[in-house]
């Protein structure tokens, strides 16, 4: 029996389209907040088939936009294959199935998670290629997945580890599990690990080379795992796209890669990978790793999660595929969300008060901006303040009457679509009054 590796890019990257086209079919009531009383009781399928309109749903809300949508998924899938690279997409980022299948059938060659349930998710969806993006030391998880690897050999999973210490947890908790002293070598299959670096001052990651390499011994030597290759997460140590915030981003990246090279001879898969890259700095990732990787026949595979919705803020101002000075608006992201939120109080001369707050929109990574009055025109004014059920617009005039729909640009997709459960998608969010196209389910 041939079981499949994560690093292997003869790989499917699988997903049951039954289980997600039965979204579809779920009844629709007061759960779903994005939606009004006139959808309560038709499926999904049903209630967008009725044609409705945004003016037919109610605020707060948030969209997604079907055209940038599609753009974005050709524009990063055109991007991977130019640059030599794979793509397992980071699935917290929309925790939406129907978003992941789009991801897949654009070239991804799997899906990146952060933690147990969101795998639960996932493999609840039959996704058969997992990467977790962090170390699973869980006894119960690690039972599980060991029996999901047992059950499935078109299943492909790795995850990570940055310490001895992590590594001994896990080959006890897979031992207690049974594995490795299991009957049928057949279905008794090993976890494959990365090894993580790190890097002073960021967040997970053995801290230094010399301390990753320990970790790779230990690997090694359990019975339980497999020394699968390297991963480590560059956007922990920069935000921004300066001169100083590139280089701290090339140096460390040339540390994994070093790391790679170090490691090479050891692997216990016969593909091995390299992985990093967030959505800020994928182009600085491809052009360190890959040459690193072409030396032993390693696969890059890049995690960018934000760019399917990309943002008015913060990927806007980062993505490497819009601050390069050669993007054009085919091969720039678009935003593919927005917030729509009405004028409910007009208490003082320049202060509107607007129906949605730190409950429906993000504000981790910058406040949303107004962006147009629906029905009207350009929106003015900005966005000083939330709570958590408003926003505070200042300085709009006599263009947020109470009453009045704006729709506003957001940033960081990650804390905006875990707050709805439902999202319609629209055909045109520029159009005057847009269709609902879609609906898409998200498992926060």
């Known amino acids: 029996m041939v079981h499949q590796t994560f690093g292997s890019r003869t790989a499917t990257a699988g997903i049951d389209r039954t289980a997600v086209a039965a979204l579809g079919d779920e009844h629709l009531d007061w759960r779903f907040k994005a939606l009004p009383p006139q959808a309560w009781g038709r499926t999904a399928h049903a209630y967008v088939a009725t044609g409705p309109r945004l003016s037919d749903l109610g605020t707060p809300l948030l969209t997604l936009d079907a055209d940038a949508l599609d753009h974005n998924l050709r524009t990063m899938a055109a991007w991977c294959r130019q640059a030599g690279v794979s793509l397992a997409p980071h699935g917290k980022t929309t925790m939406a199935p129907a978003l992941w299948q789009a991801q897949l059938d654009a070239g991804a060659v799997g899906i990146t998670l952060a933690n147990l349930p969101q795998l639960r998710v996932a493999r609840a969806f039959g996704v058969q290629r997992l990467m977790l993006a962090n170390a699973l030391v869980d006894p119960a998880g690690l039972a599980w997945i060991a029996t999901e690897l047992a059950a499935d050999p078109d299943f492909a999973f790795a995850c990570w580890a940055d310490s001895v210490e992590t590594v001994a947890q896990m080959d006890a908790a897979l031992r207690a599990a049974g594995v490795g002293s299991g009957p049928d070598p057949e279905t008794d299959r090993p976890i494959e690990v990365l090894v993580e670096l790190g890097g002073a001052g960021g967040r997970t990651g053995a801290r230094g080379i010399a301390e990753a390499e320990d970790v790779a011994r230990a690997i090694e030597a359990a019975p339980t795992l497999r020394l699968a290759g390297v991963a480590g997460y560059e956007g922990a140590l920069a935000h921004d796209a300066s001169p100083q915030g590139l280089g701290t981003v090339r140096s460390y990246l040339r540390d994994l890669a070093e790391l790679h090279r170090r ?156 707050k709805w459960t439902l999202i319609p998608v629209l055909d045109d969010a520029d159009s005057p009054d847009p269709q609902v196209v879609d609906l898409v389910r998200t498992f926060f």
């Open 263 to 418: 490691l090479a001879a050891a692997y216990q898969t016969g593909h091995p990978v390299i992985t990093a890259g967030g959505s800020a700095y994928f182009d600085t990732v491809a052009e360190i790793l890959v040459p690193a990787a072409a030396e032993s026949g390693a696969e890059v595979v890049v995690r960018s999660g934000a760019y399917v919705i990309h943002d008015d803020g913060f990927y806007r101002g980062i993505s490497p595929l819009s601050r390069e000075a050669e993007a054009t608006a085919s091969s720039s992201f678009r935003a593919a969300m927005h917030g729509w939120a009405r004028v409910v109080s007009h208490p003082e001369p320049q202060l509107s008060l607007l129906d949605a707050g730190k409950r429906d929109l993000p504000f981790d990574e910058g406040l949303p901006i107004p962006q147009l009055v629906r029905g009207v025109g350009p929106a003015s004014g900005v966005i000083t303040a939330l709570n958590d059920q408003h926003a505070f617009l200042r300085d709009a005039g006599d263009t947020a009457p109470v009453g009045a729909v704006i729709r506003l640009g957001l940033s960081h997709p990650c804390t905006a679509l875990d």
